[in-house]
């Protein structure tokens, strides 16, 4: 019924960027927060950066300075540019968001699939 639709991922070298989409579609009547999370193989999940619904962000200091999230809540949408990237940016990058379903009263927590980006010579 819900679904969070990634796109954008790739193969860059060191200080390259990448353009991160996710696109949340279905029966919505709202979204609430939206997120971009990534995991590395041997590595635990990371947040990466956040926006609520009212545009306030935040980022890990990892990436402050280099990647910045963004919303179009006219389109349901969630972006992440990530600039100046490095070897350890490495990860399957997940979306996320907390959305309420159209009949619902509660919000409740959607997971993209996931894209790889890869940072490599």
């Known amino acids: 019924q819900v679904q969070l639709v990634e796109s954008g991922g790739g193969l860059v070298p060191p200080g390259g960027s990448l353009r991160l989409s996710c696109a949340a579609s279905?029966?919505?009547?709202?979204?609430?927060?939206m997120a971009w999370y990534r995991q590395a193989p041997g590595k635990e999940r990371e947040l990466v950066a956040t926006?609520?619904?009212?545009?306030?962000?935040n980022y890990a200091d990892s990436v402050k300075g280099r990647f910045t999230i963004s919303r179009d809540n006219a389109k349901n949408t969630v972006v992440l540019q990530m600039n100046s990237l490095k070897p350890e940016d490495t990860a399957g990058y997940l979306c996320y968001a907390s959305l309420r379903r159209r009949g619902s009263v509660r919000c409740d927590d959607y997971w993209g699939q996931g894209t790889q980006v890869t940072v490599s010579s």
């Open positions: 926006i609520t619904n009212g545009g306030i962000t």
């Open positions: 279905g029966s919505i009547f709202g979204i609430n927060d």
